[in-house]
């Protein structure tokens, strides 16, 4: 028998398999002990051995189903006929009851020795039995059961079931609150389910439909519209519903079947659609876009959140390793895409990290990150990106006692290893986008046509340099005449060199450069733009910029 738990102590998964496990043996030890000269009930016994192998596997005790599962082929050899109902038999099969009660009682101090005394049980009792039939090696393959593979697709039909009701009711009530938390509580069966992991994609989907609600609470919170709701529930509703079927017909699921890989769609781009909502807002963009008056007194700047926490920096640094793992191990191309988009909450909560050196680098690698995840970059290099979030996470792990400034440097250097994963454009010569020399004829001087493409403007500047004009210069391009300036042309000298001197530029001044009036508010409107995709320093100085462009605006041209 297991030992009671504590008076007032919780029951935990060890203590539930203790409890389900000794009923199940207690219960075998009644069947082996029939009446002199019958055997024992065949169908029970099958049954009963089948559903302590499922507990243990459910409960993440491997060695205890392998012994289990040893004990289930000798109870089918037995009801199949190819093993009779002998002494020695008999004595092997209560031998094995109580060496799995002896395991049960030692599972809070599991060690090698007993996986190792495990293992050696089922050896015996599958060589007692004869060869396994086909039904039992494909459900061993497979790691699940008849029983476990019924539960999966009960289970997965009940959430699908959910899933649909809501889309109809959010459909008919887009702020109805109970069709979610009917999804939630339809969702935690299987969330309990040790073999879970084993089955993808369901962990991905079961992950997806949770973040999305968690997504349409924060987004109702705000008084945000969440329209993409329904949709997305109802194809998370015809994933679910495939993936519970494929594990009733053949016990694993296909990752890459073509509901899965629209939900991950409409997922991603509902992810996306909320990661782009709810950034700083300038207050002139409140404003009509007419002559105003708009603002007429600059106010005081808004003050920063506070800094995160080194707890909190450490815990998201073990995240982001996560995150990298399970990156690296996704078998497919649509689980990767949606464990990247996992992240947008974490990289939300880094992006206003706060003041400081390490604070804005933690800042900065998130913008790099979500834009390298948003882009498709983190997908496409998701090695790359994988081993830069590990890096990450390593750097704010050690947050709790390194230095900061030595931190903030090596976090500088992963968000540019994220841009160079993103793509960012490099600098190109434009020496590199001449044609090359090889491409003409030999001895071949026809003159390249000065097209208005690039290989045509190249031949108009190697012709311009040819005629004697020389490398860019500054300062003549100021002393040329311009329209903008005014600036009267000299008459030409017939015996001035072609390189003569410019004459002394005029005095311009420097509020004839400033925008005005309806130029201003042009302006205005571009940084509201720009503001849109900035953050941290940046977007400071635009919105400096464009309080000053407010009171311009009001002057006239």
């Not at 000794?22 to 051995?49: I, K, M, N, S």
């Not at 988009?341 to 974490?346: I, K, N, Q, R």
């Amino acid at each position: 028998m297991t030992q009671p738990t504590p008076p007032g102590k919780p029951l935990g998964m060890t203590d539930f398999f203790a409890l389900e496990a000794g009923e199940y043996l207690e219960r075998l030890d009644a069947v082996l002990q029939p009446a002199e000269g019958t055997a024992p009930l065949a169908d029970e016994f099958v049954r009963l051995a089948r559903a302590l192998r499922g507990s243990a596997l459910m409960a993440s005790q491997p060695a205890i189903a392998r012994a289990a599962a040893g004990l289930e082929s000798l109870a089918r050899a037995i009801r199949e006929g190819r093993r009779p109902w002998e002494p020695g038999v008999k004595q092997m099969a209560v031998r094995a009851v109580d060496d799995l009660k002896i395991f049960v009682r030692r599972v809070a101090a599991w060690t090698d020795a007993d996986t190792a005394k495990a293992e050696a049980l089922a050896l015996q009792l599958e060589q007692m039995a004869g060869r396994p039939s086909a039904q039992v090696r494909a459900a061993e393959a497979l790691g699940l059961d008849a029983g476990a593979r019924a539960f999966v697709a009960r289970e997965g039909a009940a959430i699908a079931s959910a899933l649909d009701r809501a889309a109809k009711a959010l459909r008919a009530n887009p702020l109805a609150h109970d069709p979610l938390q009917h999804i939630l509580k339809a969702l935690q069966p299987l969330r309990g389910l040790a073999a879970l992991n084993d089955l993808p994609p369901l962990p991905d989907l079961l992950e997806g439909i949770e973040r999305s609600i968690g997504e349409l609470e924060r987004a109702r919170a705000s008084s945000a519209p969440t329209p993409d709701g329904p949709d997305l529930f109802q194809q998370a509703a015809a994933a679910i519903a495939r993936a519970a079927r494929e594990v009733a017909e053949r016990g694993r699921p296909d990752p890459e079947s073509a509901e899965f890989r629209s939900f991950a769609g409409v997922l991603v781009k509902f992810l996306e659609a909320d990661q782009g909502e709810g950034g700083v807002v300038p207050i002139g963009a409140l404003y009509f876009d007419d002559s105003g008056p708009h603002i007429v007194r600059r106010g005081t700047s808004a003050a920063r959140p506070a800094v995160l926490g080194r707890v909190e920096l450490v815990s998201h640094g073990e995240h982001l390793k996560q995150v990298a793992d399970s990156l690296e191990r996704a078998p497919s191309q649509t689980q990767r895409e949606l464990r990247a988009h996992t992240l947008a909450g974490t990289f939300r909560a880094l992006a206003g990290a706060g003041g400081g050196p390490l604070a804005e680098r933690v800042a900065e690698f998130a913008l790099a990150s979500r834009e390298a995840v948003t882009s498709g970059a983190a997908v496409a290099n998701a090695a790359a990106f994988a081993a830069e979030l590990r890096r990450a996470g390593d750097i704010l792990s050690r947050s709790s006692g390194a230095d900061e400034t030595e931190l903030a440097m090596e976090l500088e250097a992963v968000t540019r290893n994220l841009s160079a994963i993103r793509g960012a454009g490099a600098v190109v010569p434009i020496e590199s986008l001449a044609p090359p020399a090889a491409s003409r004829a030999p001895g071949a001087d026809e003159p390249i046509p000065e097209t208005p493409d690039l290989v045509g403007s190249w031949a108009t500047y190697a012709r311009l340099v040819a005629g004697g004009i020389g490398p860019a210069s500054l300062a003549e391009l100021i002393a040329a005449p311009s329209a903008d300036t005014a600036r009267p042309v000299p008459p030409p000298a017939a015996t001035a060199p072609r390189r003569a001197a410019a004459p002394e530029p005029a005095v311009v001044d420097i509020r004839t450069l400033l925008y005005r009036g309806q130029r201003a508010q042009q302006r205005a409107q571009e940084l509201r733009q720009e503001a849109r995709t900035a953050s941290g320093e940046r977007l400071r100085a635009l919105v400096d910029e464009v309080c000053d462009l407010v009171a311009l605006a009001i002057e006239p041209e």
